[in-house]
């Protein structure tokens, strides 16, 4: 009996086998091989020579060079970081925003979705990127109003001016990355049941109480995934500057380039969550 | 809806009460019985919307509108919007730098195929880790999660290095390898759709097939990926939507090689535009006007998939169930 429970689980074993295979594969040729082949190659000094490449280990000579020696790293690293501070907030609350809206119940919300579903077609391309350099990524009033001004004098000369007139010139470019996020909330905002509203409604809660009681706190799951979403697609956007620093040049000092920033993507995502665990256990708990 | 007027026994003269009734209606045809049935409300959304469709859709005008202009359209600042005249030029031109034709054949290609084998192997990882129990199970959702946030920077010279030891270095079978393996753009993100997916159908299925005595790949292949309709939907839309937008694989694996995607064949057109035209003065307004003309040609197919699939596009991410 038991010999034969113990064949069914490992022929059951053996079947999800089959299911896992090529992905362990795949894991195994495109994600671990070369996580350590580009580990070996950042501890190592790599030469091209024409019968091939040729290793020198020299330690943790290109971490120290990049994270001590000079600012280029730093330099690069810092505004962007700022930038992404300064987006992730907007394109979370304006996506969440878009989302309930297009949730209602009026007359053309189906032409609206396929208009805001259109930036997924348009974000990931080169396209986006001409658009930017077109000067089609700032919104008109805020020249109009000269807001930019007052934000400059607001700032002073603080480090965060730069950034926050950056991303006040791409704004559109912004919302423009909310795609997948607008998504994900309508998604999500499908899950919470129409009877938890109706109920609400008996008990005279207002809408604005309706929100925050019932529609943001069930909407917290979706927040922390688009959270994730947004800032690893900003962290791995092919044309973001740290990125362009990281090209087919010096293999080894790429190579430790490449992981100093996977370790701060890695810290920045580990800490966007604690946060948000945190926050979201404080207002469960109150 | 009706809600019980309490305050009913204490009723007040009839005159008063059809003045406040009629009050009352006027308010919810404004207002709305809930804030967000009224009047108000709906232009409040309307109006929200409407300015938020405009600066989403804005580019997209000005990018239809520069295309067609002439040349001296584009230099007049009082056109605007409307050209006076319908000129396909910059297309024509725009269609022979990118080499349309070659270009869109490769583009289609690689997008179809890469987004089939990703249906394919990330069902399978999906279907495995939502409904299967084997070893390892938790480390390698972890793996999984690991494989979503690292940036392919950290891993693209290794492979360039593999690529070439391979001989697979600018063949364009180098862009379609991973997604076999449920790699590639975005891979883990569809890895988790199908898994999330197939958390959400009922036990019973697999039940029933056991008594039977179906093998589970077969029954995989008969019962659950035909169901997985909506998901399979989103996952070989947004596949082949990013395949085809992709320039930065195709930059690194390809190389300079003749037959590229056309999005990377867009980025490189640039250079072949200017000195297409040479350096007259008037030849800035007139890349822009090409430039544009490429974007609307490079973008076409992915639009066009996307207006017939919108519908139940919108759909399938409702019934995807993409996080729970």
């Known amino acids: ?286 | 809806m009706g809600k019980i007027n309490i305050a009913k026994f204490k009723a007040p003269p009839l005159k008063k009460r059809i003045m406040q009734n009629g009050l009352q209606t006027f308010r919810y045809a404004i207002l709305g019985r809930e804030v967000n049935r009224g009047l108000l409300f709906k232009i409040f959304i309307y109006w929200i919307l409407i300015v938020t469709s405009y600066i989403y859709l804005n580019p997209i005008l000005k990018m239809l509108v520069k295309m067609v202009m002439n040349e001296k359209d584009l230099n007049d600042p009082t056109v605007t919007w409307i050209p006076h005249e319908i000129y396909l030029g910059h297309l024509k031109t725009a269609w022979a730098a990118l080499q349309y034709l070659e270009s869109l054949f490769v583009s289609i290609g690689i997008s179809t195929i890469v987004a089939v084998f990703h249906v394919i192997s990330c069902g399978l990882m999906g279907y495995a880790l939502a409904r299967m129990q084997f070893p390892f199970k938790k480390l390698l959702t972890f793996l999984l999660i690991m494989t979503f946030i690292i940036p392919p920077q950290v891993i693209i010279l290794p492979m360039i290095i593999m690529y070439t030891k391979l001989g697979l270095q600018g063949n364009l079978f180098s862009l379609i390898l991973p997604s076999l393996f449920g790699f590639g753009i975005k891979g883990a993100l569809f890895v988790i759709i199908f898994r999330q997916f197939y958390t959400t159908q009922p036990k019973e299925l697999e039940e029933a097939a056991k008594i039977d005595g179906a093998s589970s790949f077969k029954f995989y292949w008969k019962v659950m990926f035909p169901l997985a309709k909506p998901a399979i939907l989103v996952v070989s839309l947004f596949s082949f939507v990013w395949t085809w937008n992709d320039t930065y694989y195709p930059r690194m694996f390809l190389g300079q090689s003749p037959l590229v995607p056309l999005a990377t064949q867009m980025s490189r057109v640039d250079a072949s535009i200017t000195s297409m035209i040479g350096n007259e003065e008037t030849a800035l307004v007139l890349v822009e006007a090409i430039k544009m003309s490429a974007s609307f040609l490079a973008l076409l197919p992915p639009l066009l998939i996307f207006f017939f699939a919108q519908r139940y596009f919108v759909e399938s991410v409702e019934r995807t169930g993409l996080v729970e």
């Open chain 1, 1 to 286: 009996m038991s010999r034969f429970k113990l064949k069914a689980r490992t022929s059951r074993h053996l079947e999800a086998l089959v299911f896992i295979a090529p992905w362990v594969i795949g894991f195994l040729l495109f994600m671990a091989f070369p996580l350590g082949f580009s580990l070996y190659m950042s501890l190592h000094k790599v030469t091209v020579l024409p019968t091939g490449l040729k290793y020198d280990y020299q330690g943790l000579k290109y971490f120290t060079e990049i994270l001590f020696g000079s600012s280029a790293f730093y330099d690069n690293l810092l505004p962007f970081f700022q930038e992404i501070i300064i987006m992730v907030p907007v394109i979370i609350v304006f996506s969440l925003f878009i989302a309930i809206m297009l949730n209602q119940d009026f007359p053309g919300r189906l032409v609206f979705r396929v208009v805001f579903f259109l930036p997924i077609i348009f974000t990931s391309g080169y396209v986006l990127t001409e658009f930017v350099n077109q000067g089609e990524g700032t919104l008109g009033f805020l020249e109009r109003f000269s807001i930019g001004e007052y934000l400059i004098q607001f700032l002073g000369d603080s480090s965060w001016a730069k950034p926050v007139m950056d991303v006040l010139n791409r704004f559109v470019l912004v919302l423009w990355y909310s795609g997948v996020q607008i998504l994900i909330f309508l998604a999500g905002r499908q899950t919470i049941s129409k009877s938890s509203y109706e109920s609400a409604r008996i008990d005279g809660a207002s809408p604005w109480e309706v929100f925050w009681k019932i529609t943001l706190p069930a909407m917290s799951p979706f927040i922390l995934l688009n959270l994730i979403y947004t800032v690893v697609d900003m962290f791995t956007f092919p044309y973001n500057p740290v990125i362009e620093l990281i090209n087919t040049g010096n293999y080894g000092y790429n190579s430790a380039l490449a992981w100093i920033y996977f370790v701060v993507i890695a810290l920045f995502l580990s800490v966007i969550m604690l946060l948000f665990l945190r926050l979201n256990r404080q207002a469960r708990s109150r």
